[in-house]
């Protein structure tokens, strides 16, 4: 299992936001913003929370399968 945790920010911070893939498939992100509170966002409706149990046991099953567990992680800046 191959995590990509993608973090970008502005330089002032105003804005930042984290993007979770795993295996190659989107999974999760969330968005924060200064300038706009009502666009922060953990996608819309705070939908991207009902994955976090599958992500959980996916992360689980391939720890007991022994199976390699990566996590990558990239920062993006402005």
């Not at 999760?28 to 966002?41: A, I, L």
């Amino acid at each position: 299992m191959k995590v990509v945790v993608t973090h970008e920010r502005s330089d002032d911070f105003t804005y930042e936001a984290l993007e979770i893939v795993i295996d190659d498939t989107y999974k999760f992100s969330v968005h924060h913003s200064e300038d706009t509170p009502e666009d922060n966002t953990l996608y819309r409706n705070f939908s991207d929370c009902f994955d976090i149990p599958n992500m959980l046991q996916r992360a689980y099953e391939a720890g007991r399968k022994s199976e390699p567990f990566e996590v990558v992680y990239y920062r993006e800046e402005d």
